[in-house]
């Protein structure tokens, strides 16, 4: 006998439904014929017809492909023993996924409450991976019954989901310096427009290598890796992280090919490279002080960098946005920040920003030859 998928779903009515009842025709059918004995009485306590009970028998053995009632003139309609095995099986599984059909049910109705009570906003934001980030949104939550559905990719497709209409803000990061930062740039400047795009201060973090405890390798720069043999973790293309070793590279003259691992794989989050260094995978990897505390990594810090989150000018007086800069400014986010190793508030924090206020390095451009 070929597997059956299982297809659930779900309908509005009177909020008066207790325990884990779930309909299913099949099943109705079966526990009436059963209780019943008779297919007459089974179709007049489900308040159908006998032929529509009889037609929908029929159609049930068709589709599973196995007698489900056995009857004869003048004798009582019995399950077969498949019906009966079948029956029976459903009914244990019902009664162990009780508390779980319960629990489903219950929190559908308060999604669903939310919704239709007006008071609950939601925001869609795409960006660049940080641990602060699922603080905020359980603070959105609890404070400003702000739902934020948070999606972690890299900073530049984060800024990309942003263009296409995916997300309503989006997150990058970039170092927090005056002077030029050319490839930050350069990635940067055909994502964000001044005048189109309003920045957000979020906050400020320390990026850093990350590397075994005590650091016997003596790392304390990116370039003490190369030629080395020491084994680099990467993150991938369209991270503002990885733009920053590109960066640190240019800026001690080394090119990438000279670091071990470069181009043997990235990780996608800060959690995932220290993961990597912490499981022996790798020597050291650029990533926040944060996730080398929570894998007992020893921690080299190197750049500060300021964290945005950005919109266009438009959606700034959209609710959702509004009460996402009323957490920002609020006490307690700031104490959420001092509590995360590597972070502080910014002094901008939760301010709208234009890009040439926020970059100052934005007017750079490329000496002539």
Same mark, same amino acid.
């Given at each position: 006998?070929?597997?059956?998928g299982?297809?659930?779903?779900?309908t509005?009515? @009177? %909020?008066d439904?207790r325990?884990?009842?779930i309909?299913?025709?099949?099943f109705? #059918?079966?526990?009436?014929?059963?209780?019943?004995?008779?297919i007459q009485?089974?179709?007049?306590?489900? +308040?159908?017809?006998?032929?529509?009970?009889?037609?929908?028998?029929k159609?049930?053995?068709?589709?599973? !492909? $196995?007698?489900?009632?056995?009857w004869?003139?003048?004798q009582?309609?019995?399950?077969t023993?498949f019906?009966?095995?079948?029956?029976?099986?459903? /009914?244990?599984?019902?009664? /162990?996924?009780t %508390?779980h059909i319960?629990?489903?049910?219950?929190?559908?109705?308060r999604?669903?409450a939310?919704?239709?009570?007006?008071?609950?906003?939601?925001?869609?934001?795409?960006?660049?991976?940080?641990?602060?980030?699922?603080?905020?949104?359980?603070?959105?939550?609890?404070?400003e019954r702000?739902?934020?559905e948070?999606?972690?990719?890299?900073s530049?497709?984060?800024? /990309?989901s942003?263009a $296409?209409?995916?997300?309503?803000?989006?997150?990058?990061?970039?170092?927090?310096?005056g002077?030029?930062?050319p490839?930050?740039?350069?990635?940067?400047? @055909?994502?964000?427009? @001044?005048?189109?795009?309003?920045?957000?201060?979020?906050?400020?973090?320390?990026?850093?290598l990350?590397?075994?405890? !005590?650091?016997?390798?003596?790392? =304390?720069?990116?370039?003490?890796?190369?030629? &080395?043999?020491? &084994?680099?973790v990467? *993150?991938? %293309?369209?991270s503002?992280?990885?733009?920053?070793?590109? =960066?640190?590279?240019? *800026?001690?003259?080394?090119?990438?090919?000279? #670091?071990?691992?470069?181009?043997? +794989?990235?990780?996608?989050?800060h959690?995932a490279?220290?993961?990597?260094?912490?499981?022996?995978?790798?020597?050291?990897?650029?990533?926040?002080?944060?996730?080398?505390q929570?894998?007992?990594?020893?921690?080299? %810090?190197?750049?500060?960098?300021?964290?945005?989150?950005?919109?266009?000018?438009?959606?700034?007086?959209?609710p959702?946005?509004?009460?996402?800069?009323?957490?920002?400014?609020?006490? /307690?986010?700031?104490?959420?920040?001092?509590?995360?190793p590597?972070? =502080?508030?910014?002094?901008?924090?939760g301010?709208?920003l234009?890009l040439? &206020?926020?970059?100052?390095?934005?007017?750079?451009?490329?000496?002539?030859?």
């Open positions: 006998m070929k597997t059956r299982i297809h659930l779903q779900y509005f009515g @009177p %909020p439904q325990g884990a009842d309909g299913n025709p099949l109705d #059918l079966l526990s009436a014929v059963h209780e019943c004995g008779s009485h089974a179709a007049r306590s489900l +308040g159908a017809s006998y032929r529509h009970v009889w037609g929908a028998l159609q049930w053995e068709e589709a599973l !492909g $196995e007698p489900l009632v056995t004869a003139q003048g009582p309609a019995r399950l023993p019906a009966d095995r079948l029956l029976w099986a459903e /009914r244990q599984a019902r009664t /162990r996924l %508390p319960e629990a489903l049910r219950a929190e559908l109705e999604v669903l939310d919704a239709f009570d007006g008071t609950q906003q939601v925001l869609t934001i795409h960006a660049s991976h940080d641990i602060a980030l699922a603080r905020l949104r359980e603070l959105a939550s609890q404070d702000l739902h934020i948070l999606k972690f990719s890299g530049l497709d984060a800024l /990309r942003l $296409e209409g995916r997300c309503q803000v989006a997150g990058f990061h970039v170092p927090a310096l002077q030029a930062v490839l930050f740039s350069q990635a940067l400047k @055909p994502l964000l427009k @001044p005048g189109r795009h309003k920045l957000i201060g979020c906050t400020r973090r320390m990026q850093g990350m590397v075994a405890p !005590g650091n016997p390798r003596g790392v =304390h720069e990116l370039s003490d890796l190369a030629g &080395r043999g020491l &084994r680099y990467n *993150r991938q %293309p369209g503002a992280t990885r733009l920053l070793a590109d =960066h640190l590279l240019e *800026r001690a003259g080394l090119d990438a090919a000279t #670091l071990a691992g470069w181009n043997e +794989g990235a990780e996608d989050s959690l490279v220290a993961a990597a260094v912490a499981s022996g995978q790798g020597d050291a990897g650029l990533g926040i002080e944060a996730a080398a929570a894998f007992g990594l020893d921690f080299v %810090p190197l750049v500060e960098e300021d964290y945005f989150l950005v919109g266009l000018k438009e959606t700034l007086d959209h959702a946005v509004q009460r996402l800069g009323q957490v920002l400014q609020g006490p /307690r986010w700031r104490e959420q920040l001092e509590r995360l590597g972070y =502080h508030a910014a002094e901008r924090i301010e709208v234009s040439t &206020r926020a970059l100052p390095w934005w007017h750079y451009r490329t000496p002539r030859a």
